[in-house]
């Protein structure tokens, strides 16, 4: 379960690769976002679990179009922390967010970070071969728009192992996330929507009751619908994220 690590900020490592595959006329066009970023995360403890405060240190990500230059993004386009509570399995509640900068809104979601960084827990012990299932939906403002999204995510306990003297709690997952973006892009009505499928891993700090790490791998299709086009365009999303402390 959740629970406060400590007086000392925690830090993460984060980094993330999407590719967005649109087939138009013939042709497929490809965009693309990556980067890596610092986050301090502090707990208080709660009576129902704890609060987080999220600030991001460091931001260096790349945007990339055919259509028009790289855009590059780093940490000065988020103003403020993101703040949210987590009960002792993981359900979110979000209390507020940094303002950010349109462009890096692509990068850096506050209400997608809040909902999906920590994992979900089972609330009770478990051994190796159990399972738990979790499902995350929320919808809410981003820096470009609307976006809802449901997650649903089966956790099975593959074993342990030690890094760094940590005693580690290995959990592998799978599951889906269906998604919908309506955004502003350039002053187009743009709206995303995507099914994917999902496969990772959690190592879990079951002494310091905190995530170690995190890797997970998402791919799928969809499609996108933009005022030029005269129908939806197919689409299909590649992506990795990890995150480490």
Same mark, same amino acid.
């Given at each position: 379960?959740?629970? =406060?690590?400590?007086?000392?900020?925690?830090?993460?490592?984060?980094?993330?690769?999407?590719?967005?595959?649109?087939?138009? *006329?013939? #042709?497929?066009?490809?965009? $693309?976002? !990556?980067?890596?970023?610092?986050y301090?995360?502090? *707990?208080?403890?709660?009576?129902?679990?704890?609060d987080?405060?999220?600030?991001?240190?460091?931001?260096? =990500?790349?945007?990339? $179009?055919? *259509?028009?230059?790289?855009? #590059?993004?780093?940490?000065? =386009?988020?103003?403020?922390?993101l703040?949210?509570?987590?009960?002792?399995?993981?359900?979110?509640? @979000?209390?507020?967010?940094?303002?950010?900068?349109? !462009?890096?809104s692509?990068? %850096?979601?506050?209400?997608?970070? +809040?909902?999906? %960084?920590?994992?979900?827990?089972?609330g009770? +012990?478990? =051994?190796?071969?159990?399972?738990?299932a979790?499902?995350?939906?929320?919808?809410?403002?981003?820096?470009?728009? *609307?976006?809802s999204?449901?997650?649903?995510?089966?956790?099975?306990?593959?074993?342990?192992?030690?890094?760094?003297?940590?005693? @580690?709690?290995?959990?592998?997952? +799978?599951?889906?996330? !269906?998604?919908?973006?309506?955004?502003?892009?350039?002053?187009?009505?743009?709206?995303?929507?995507?099914?994917?499928?999902?496969?990772?891993?959690?190592?879990?700090?079951?002494? +310091?009751?905190?995530? %170690?790490?995190?890797?997970?791998t998402?791919?799928?299709?969809?499609?996108?619908?933009?005022?030029?086009?005269?129908?939806?365009l197919?689409?299909?999303?590649? $992506?990795?994220?990890?995150?480490?402390?």
């Open positions: 379960q959740y629970a =406060a690590p400590g007086p000392q900020d925690l830090t993460y490592g984060y980094s993330s690769e999407t590719v967005v595959s649109i087939s138009m *006329m013939g #042709q497929s066009v490809q965009l $693309s976002q !990556e980067g890596t970023a610092t301090g995360i502090g *707990m208080t403890a709660t009576e129902g679990g704890v987080v405060r999220l600030s991001v240190h460091e931001l260096d =990500a790349t945007i990339s $179009s055919p *259509m028009t230059a790289p855009v #590059q993004v780093d940490e000065s =386009a988020v103003d403020g922390a703040e949210f509570s987590l009960d002792r399995i993981g359900n979110t509640t @979000l209390r507020s967010e940094p303002d950010v900068d349109d !462009e890096a692509q990068m %850096f979601s506050g209400i997608s970070l +809040a909902h999906g %960084f920590f994992p979900g827990l089972p009770r +012990a478990v =051994a190796k071969g159990d399972q738990w979790d499902t995350v939906s929320y919808e809410g403002e981003t820096g470009m728009g *609307m976006r999204e449901t997650t649903v995510l089966t956790y099975t306990v593959a074993g342990d192992t030690v890094v760094a003297g940590r005693p @580690l709690l290995v959990v592998d997952i +799978a599951g889906t996330v !269906e998604s919908e973006f309506d955004m502003d892009v350039q002053g187009m009505a743009v709206t995303q929507a995507s099914d994917l499928e999902v496969e990772g891993h959690v190592l879990w700090d079951y002494q +310091a009751s905190v995530l %170690f790490e995190s890797h997970r998402a791919s799928g299709e969809g499609s996108v619908r933009v005022p030029l086009a005269p129908g939806p197919p689409i299909r999303i590649e $992506s990795t994220e990890r995150a480490w402390l």
